[in-house]
């Protein structure tokens, strides 16, 4: 775990959150700065800086974060609306935290595409 991430921190619970699910592959915490109604973060346990690092083998954690997003939307009561499910890739993609997350976003309409 490189010492200096943020989430690798989060998930090893050197720093609080507000932690919704946690599993053997992925953890899914509230956001501290919400910009919807519904603001989830779900990540993968194991220190992956972005989707453009992912391969074949994290297939199987994906799939899990995947379904654990769908189960959070359900018990956030969005999942009849729709929702929002989006990982920023890069400076230019608006990731700010390298280690690879999906944001869970709703209780609110999104505009597409994004600003
Ligand atoms: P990014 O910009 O990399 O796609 O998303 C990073 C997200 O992490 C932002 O939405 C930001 O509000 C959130 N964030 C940053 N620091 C913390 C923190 O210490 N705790 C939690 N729960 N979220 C954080
Ligand atoms: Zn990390």
Do not use: K
């Amino acid at each position: 775990m490189p010492a200096d991430c943020l989430f690798c921190r989060i998930v090893a619970s050197e720093i609080p959150s507000d932690r919704l699910h946690e599993d053997d592959l992925v953890v899914a915490i509230r956001d501290i700065a919400p910009r919807a109604p519904t603001h989830i973060l779900l990540m993968p346990r194991r220190h992956i800086a972005s989707a453009a690092e992912l391969t074949d083998d994290d297939g199987p954690m994906l799939g899990r974060l995947f379904s654990v997003a769908a189960d959070l939307a359900r018990a956030a009561g969005i999942a009849d609306s729709g929702y929002r499910l989006v990982s920023n890739v890069g400076r230019w993609g608006g990731q700010t935290v390298d280690h690879l997350h999906v944001h869970l976003m709703g209780g609110r309409a999104f505009d597409w595409p994004p600003g």
